[in-house]
């Protein structure tokens, strides 16, 4: 999002329905005229890093020339290419704040310097900060991040979390957050607290022809 309708920033990846099989990471598109009826768009690869290293992306938050952008995958794999990457300039350099296999990335609407992101893999790639494995994170500045208490119904270890989705409310009251382990729904959960603490939902289950319950994805 931007404050500017013809702003459009697009994350690239790589999840298509033929076995996941895409093509390579290329960075980011970025048009400063959307609303044209050919608009033009400009390849973000941090001066070529991200399109050498098959940099790929999932998630991507943009206002004015502030960027934060979750990458899940390069290739060869490495924990400096993958996580949290913010931009100040639009887009020409890049900083990556949060190591990790990077998931969801999401922004309080009330407040400019107020994020969140889900990220896998923090504890293996950041060695010494007391990380865990995997889990929902704040930023005040979008560089320095903590790890909030979101792992209910229990700590998912490293590389299980394949998939996130963030959402904060219009006020900025409610944060929602779901992780997925092995494409289900492994815990769906809101915070009133910016985070701090976590109130889980009861699982969302389906009955069966036989009248036996299975779980959100029998």
Same mark, same amino acid.
């Given at each position: 999002?931007?404050?500017?309708?013809?702003?459009?920033?697009?994350?690239?990846?790589?999840?298509?329905?033929?076995?996941?099989?895409?093509?390579?990471?290329?960075?980011?598109?970025?048009?400063?005229?959307?609303?044209?009826?050919?608009?033009?768009?400009?390849?973000?690869?941090?001066?070529?890093?991200?399109?050498?290293?098959?940099?790929?992306?999932?998630?991507?938050?943009?206002? /004015?020339?502030?960027?934060?952008?979750?990458?899940?995958?390069?290739?060869?794999?490495?924990?400096?290419?993958?996580?949290?990457?913010?931009?100040?300039?639009?887009?020409?350099?890049?900083?990556?704040?949060?190591?990790?296999?990077?998931?969801?990335?999401?922004? /309080?609407? !009330?407040?400019?310097?107020?994020?969140?992101?889900?990220?896998?893999?923090?504890?293996?790639?950041?060695?010494?900060?007391?990380?865990?494995?995997?889990?929902?994170?704040?930023? !005040?500045?979008?560089?320095?991040?903590?790890?909030?208490?979101?792992?209910?119904?229990?700590?998912?270890?490293? /590389?299980?979390?394949? !998939?996130?989705?963030?959402?904060?409310?219009? /006020?900025?009251?409610?944060?929602?957050?779901?992780?997925?382990?092995?494409?289900?729904?492994?815990?769906?959960?809101?915070?009133?607290?910016?985070? !701090?603490?976590?109130?889980?939902?009861?699982?969302?289950?389906?009955?069966?022809?036989?009248?036996?319950?299975?779980?959100?994805?029998?």
């Amino acid at each position: 999002a931007s404050t500017d309708p013809n702003k459009i920033i697009v994350a690239i990846g790589s999840r298509s329905s033929f076995y996941r099989i895409g093509g390579p990471g290329i960075g980011m598109l970025l048009t400063s005229n959307a609303l044209d009826p050919t608009p033009t768009w400009t390849t973000l690869t941090n001066n070529g890093y991200f399109r050498a290293n098959d940099v790929k992306f999932n998630s991507v938050y943009m206002h /004015d020339d502030f960027i934060l952008a979750s990458a899940y995958m390069s290739n060869p794999l490495s924990c400096s290419s993958i996580g949290v990457w913010r931009s100040i300039d639009g887009g020409v350099s890049w900083l990556n704040v949060l190591e990790g296999k990077g998931r969801a990335v999401a922004a /309080d609407p !009330n407040d400019p310097n107020r994020f969140y992101a889900t990220v896998d893999l923090t504890n293996v790639c950041n060695l010494g900060k007391g990380y865990p494995d995997s889990g929902v994170f704040t930023s !005040n500045n979008g560089v320095d991040w903590t790890h909030t208490s979101h792992q209910a119904p229990g700590p998912l270890n490293s /590389d299980e979390l394949n !998939n996130a989705k963030l959402s904060v409310s219009a /006020d900025g009251s409610r944060v929602w957050s779901a992780l997925l382990k092995n494409g289900q729904a492994y815990s769906i959960a809101y915070s009133d607290n910016l985070g !701090n603490s976590w109130t889980k939902l009861d699982d969302v289950k389906t009955k069966q022809d036989d009248g036996s319950i299975d779980g959100l994805n029998p």
